[in-house]
């Protein structure tokens, strides 16, 4: 199942796509209207969707007539690996890392499919990595890897979009990780059971017509049982968290000369199995009061 969140009439909602439409699901009393309070439903809201599916009942709206949000458009929790594959490491000249090296992004950066990515006015040095993510789909702690797949609601495509130059300000390298519009997220949400392996999956990435990466989860030296294990000996993942799992080689900052994102542009990542998540570049507007 696609889990979607949407726009339309200037109102936002969750439904799940089928055939180049979105089942609406503001009729259904059984289904909450946002995605955090969907998943935190659990398996009834799960049930009453593929219900209103199945049915034929629900309000069928094209795909083609809406604004596509982030599945989940303010996360509790953004959390993103680093060097977690051996090519990208390889590029970077950093050592792998004895553990999972994670950090922040702070969730106003979220933006869904289609919308601008936005160059900073502070910086020119405005960078893509194309990447798995996962949403926790129920609060948990301490979760064996054994069970790790039993939390996970389902994955979707991010862009880690960098600020370079910022990134590098401190170690934790959060502000650089956090500009606005630096964390497109989406299409859609494809829930765990439609993704029997999520570590074997094609992804690439393209600015305009040109590849920038390609490889598979498969590489990937942390999966994603892992991290959830990992962290949630830390702390408590809750319904709607996201985790994004690392970008392969191929980003901008390395390549010569220099790929860095410029307004104009359009980034496109496809991840097997999942669609693909776009977002042209702008330069920043000017800021309203």
Request: net charge negative; with cysteine.
């Amino acid at each position: 199942m696609k889990l979607i969140t949407f726009s339309h009439q200037n109102k936002t909602r969750i439904g799940a796509v089928v055939d180049g439409y979105i089942v609406d699901s503001s009729g259904c009393k059984s289904i909450p209207a946002q995605m955090i309070d969907f998943l935190a439903a659990g398996n009834g809201a799960l049930a009453a969707m593929r219900e209103l599916m199945a049915s034929g009942s629900g309000v069928r709206i094209p795909l083609s007539d809406v604004s596509i949000a982030a599945p989940v458009p303010r996360p509790g929790k953004y959390l993103a690996i680093s060097l977690n594959y051996a090519d990208h490491i390889a590029e970077t000249g950093r050592e792998r890392p004895e553990y999972p090296s994670f950090f922040t992004k702070q969730s106003t950066c979220v933006i869904g499919h289609g919308t601008a990515i936005q160059r900073p006015k502070v910086s020119d040095k405005l960078d893509y990595e194309g990447e798995l993510a996962f949403v926790i789909g129920r609060r948990c702690r301490h979760v064996p890897m054994d069970k790790a797949r039993e939390v996970i609601a389902g994955f979707t495509i991010a862009n880690d979009v960098s600020v370079r130059d910022w990134q590098m300000h401190a170690p934790t390298m959060m502000v650089g990780k956090s500009f606005d519009t630096c964390g497109p997220l989406g299409p859609w949400l494809v829930t765990a059971d439609e993704l029997p392996d999520p570590h074997n999956l094609a992804i690439k990435t393209w600015v305009d017509d040109e590849l920038r990466q390609n490889a598979n989860t498969s590489q990937m030296l942390f999966n994603c049982y892992e991290m959830v294990a990992y962290l949630s000996q830390a702390m408590t993942l809750e319904p709607g968290d996201v985790i994004s799992t690392g970008t392969p080689a191929g980003v901008g900052v390395k390549m010569k000369p220099r790929g860095y994102l410029r307004p104009g542009q359009t980034v496109r990542i496809e991840i097997e199995g999942i669609g693909i998540l776009s977002n042209p570049v702008i330069a920043e507007p000017e800021a309203v009061f």
